[in-house]
Structures are given as C-alpha cells and as structure tokens.
C-alpha cells in the first residue's frame, strides 16, 4: 500500500502544478495487423428512448442483460459502452439526479427495490473481463422539451441554467454553474463505482438546426463580453466553454481515481478541408466538431484531457459526402499519439456488405488501435451475419485492450507459486499474486497461455491464448494425461500493462 500512496501523491503533485489540468500525451504506436494480440472491442449499449426497460421486471432484465453479456463476449467483446445518464437522469442509485424515465417509464420513479442497474452491470462486466464505460449525455436534459421532469430534478432547483433549443432542453454550456455541476455528477460516478472509464459521445453543443439560433446571448454578455471576448468571436467562446468542460472532468476524475479513463466518441468529421484556410481538414462534406459543435476533439487529445477517441465513422467507403476511407486516415494521420478506435455503425455496414473490407482496411492503418460498435443490439440480433463474422474471423482469438502506457507503463510483478492441483471442481492451475481494488499497479487480471512442450513460448501469439481471468485459478482440460502442455500465466494490471515473461508449468493433460 505505501508504493500506491506513493505514486498517488506523485501524480496528485503533477495535476495540481499544471493548473491548466494536463498531463501532455506520451506518444503510442499502434498497428494491428490480421489477428491483433491487443485490440479495443466494444459494443454501445444505449438507454435513451428504449422501451424495453420499463416492461420488465428486475428478474427480467438481470436475465436479459446476462444473455447479452454472454453473446457479446463469444463475439469477441471486451468492453461495454453503457449509457447511464442520457437525460441528466440516472441508471443507478443517485442523490444527485432522479431515476431516468428510461428506465422505469417516469422519470424519478424508483424501480423494483432500488435495482442499480450500473452496479450490477460493472459486476458481470468484470466477471467476464470485459471493461465497462458508464456513458453520460453531458448537456441534455430533455430531448424534445416535453419530458415531465421529477420534483427532485434539477431543473427545478435551478431553471436559470437551462436554455430551449430546437425543442430540446440543455445546460447552458456558457455557464460555470453547469460545468460544476456536471464535474460534480462525474466525481460522484466515479467515486461511488468501479467503472472502467466515463465516456460522451458528440453532444454537445446541440446540432444545429436551420434558421435557428442558440439562445446564449445573455450568458455570453456575461462570461464573453465580460472576459474580453468580441461579438464576432463568439465561436471561440463556445468552443472554449466546452474546453473547460473537458478540462475540468479530467481533473476531477484524476483527483479521485486517477486510473478511471476519459473517452469522447465525437462526431465522425473533424473539420471539412474548404473550411480550414490551411487545407488541414478531411476531404469531406458535412457536419463538423470544430465548427458545428463547437468541439475542439485534436485538441483535448493533444492536451491529455481526453484518454481515448472513438470518432463516429458511420459512412460505407466510397460515400460521396464522408467517404469512410478517407476520413479514418485522416483520423489516423491525427491521433497525435493518443488511442484511437474507429465508431463503426454495424446496418450501414453490414448493408453495403463492407465489414471485411473496414477490417482490414483499418488493421494495415497505423494508430488505430480497435474498434467500436454501433449499437449492440445488432450484434445481438446478428444483421446480416455480423456476429458470425466476428466470432469466425475478426475476433477469432481473444484481445488485450491495448495498454494505456501514457498513464503508466511499468508491468505489474510475475505472478508466483505456479503449481497444478486436484480439486473438488477437478484439475486446476493455480497461482498467486498481489492484488488490490485501489492498486492499480498490481494485477487486475491474468491471462493464460497454453503451448505445446517443444515449442516457442510467444506471449505475441493470441491464438495460444486459452483464458482471462480476473481469478487466480483456470480449470485444465483434463484427458486422462496423455498430452503433455506448458502453460504460462501473466499479469496484467488496470492499465493493461503485462508482465513481460509470465510463470510456465509443464502439465500432462
């Protein structure tokens, strides 16, 4: 424990001497190749207007979502995207924000006793080692202004925040109100669960809608004007309102688990290259972060405010608008070092019949580092053979989400006492080592290898990969003894460094 309170002040040392909240990015390579060792894979898994939560019962939907889980983990899945908060509203147990409508069908109605779906989630995630990113919509508070708000919302509490806007009611983004109140949702998240990461997509200035203006003319005067930004400048205003933002939630996940990730899955086009006087944006026609949505995506990741980037590449190749090739080597050619994974929309895909061609398209790509897929119910009603593919091909052999060296990149120590032994549940592999929940530098998890005796141990070969687990156990395949195998067994901490060598054994199957 004294080497994480150690490294605990350390890092607390270097958030509060950059009051600008950075840590500056180290550079990571990444290139796939056909059976990637380390790849992200994850699923989205939206709430906002699904009508299925509401119908069922607690048992229901445990049983529901562990169907899920199962199917999406034979697809290769390592990490769930779960929308818990689509409407400044909540998922689970929260004395900041009432129960979602979503969720039970009226928002502040609390469901069958108090099931926390997010807990649960987090719990059967981790059993199958999948990572799980609790995704929050952070502005929106009603997505056609006629939500009836719960009498604990706090939109009752605080009506002076809130803006209507193409029907849509939002936080106002120019007030500091809403940023701290946001931070203060995000710390509550993150202190009270152990999510693998806190995830927004691409709202957030709304997109815009024609002949429409975005009412923040008084907030403006106020925190604009007032800070010596001209009238013709409102644009950076913006852009530096949802800059803060970011900022701000980065530091107040670093100061209160410093391992949980922060991961923005923006919209597909950065800027279109006729909008950028240096010719700097993608050959592309169509919404834009930087311009549209006042969201700044290269720059978060050059200034280590964000911990992953997951751009919403949704077009087929060859769209004559945002042609997907061309937009993720420009997202390639811009990843400034950081984790990039491609937003893939599963019906459009499956539609043009393109999933292998994106695969190994993007796999040849360097810094591309996995892949997200768009929604998970499409992988789980397998349109048009997704699922299948997956499972034959594409994710054929199980992955490591590549490691996160940028925020540390020491290997957790060799497991220890590797030996084999009967049970009442039959021939297992044992082994110890270290561990601790507020550790993140000792081991979160092991995988374990198999290889035959004479040959090469290579922990760069996924295919001899025969389990993860977060146990310090795996049951051997016993078949009477009559084949000899050398298994190896490493660590792996909760940035996914691994330990480099691994223990072997030599066991008679």
Known sequence: MLKYWKWMFVLFVAILSSCKTTQQPVKQSFVLGENPKREFRGAWIQTAFQGEYKEMSVKEMRRSFIRKLDFLEKCGINAIIFQVRPEADAFYRSKLEPWSRFYTGEQGRAPEG????????IEECHK?????????????????GNTKFAD???????????????KQILFDPGLPQSRQFICKVVKDIVS???VDAIHMDDYFYPYPAAGQFFPDDKSFRKYGLAKGYKPEQKADWRRENVNKLIREIKRTILLNKPWVRFGISP???????KSTPDGSGSNTNGLQNYDDLYADITYWVKQGWIDYNIPQIYWEMGHPLADYTTLIKWWSKHAYGGHLYIGQDVARTMKADQLTKKMRYERRLPHIAGNCFWPANEILWN???VADSLQRHYHRYPALIPAYTNMHNRAPEEVKKLKTEWTADGFMLHWKAEQSKTNPELAWYFVVYRFDPKEEIDLNNPAKIVGITRNTFYKLPYDEGKIKYRYVVTAVDRFHNESPKG???????
């Open 192 to 194: 009270r669960y152990d």
């Open 383 to 385: 349109n048009k053979g």
């Open 267 to 273: 919209f597909g086009i950065y800027r279109n290259k």
């Open 152 to 166: 604990s919302h706090i939109y009752h509490q605080h009506p002076e925040w809130f803006v209507t806007y193409n």
């Open 128 to 144: 199958r080692n999948m990572e799980f990113h609790a995704w929050l919509n952070p502005y929106r508070i009603s997505t056609a």
């Open 503 to 509: 223990k072997s054994k030599k066991v008679k199957l």
């Open 114 to 121: 108090n099931f926390d779906v997010m807990a649960f989630l």
